[in-house]
Nanobody, 112 residues
Framework: VQVVESGGGLVQPGGSLRLSCAASGIRSSINVMGWYRQAPGQQREMVAVVNSGGANYADSVKGRFTISRDKNTAYLQMNSLKPEDTAVYYC??????????WGQGTQVTVSS
């Protein structure tokens, strides 16, 4: 199983980025795909998750970030970025029979 994130980088405050997460090698249906982030010295926190019932967002990103999914790929469109959004963003994938995997993370830095 491989989970690979891409799309991170350096962006100015107010800018946008789109992250992608591609999952491969999973033989059963994926139940949940989500994005989490971890800033230096902080715990990893949920940003957004999507499943068959819809999407859920952290309060801090509601109205600015949008998660979407196309088969085994998830996206995170991030608009109106703020310096406090700076973190390593990780993709998490959950599938049948308690399968779970994390990606290696992609750095997002919001700075002028």
């Amino acid at each position: 199983v491989q989970v690979v994130e891409s799309g991170g980088g350096l962006v100015q405050p107010g800018g946008s980025l789109r992250l992608s997460c591609a999952a491969s090698g999973i033989r059963s249906s994926i139940n949940v795909m989500g994005w989490y982030r971890q800033a230096p010295g902080q715990q990893r926190e949920m940003v957004a998750v999507v499943n068959s019932g819809g999407a859920n967002y952290a309060d801090s990103v509601k109205g600015r970030f949008t998660i979407s999914r196309d088969k085994n790929t998830a996206y995170l469109q991030m608009n109106s970025l703020k310096p406090e959004d700076t973190a390593v963003y990780y993709c998490n994938v959950l599938w049948a029979l308690r399968g779970a995997a994390w990606g290696q993370g992609t750095q997002v830095t919001v700075s002028s």
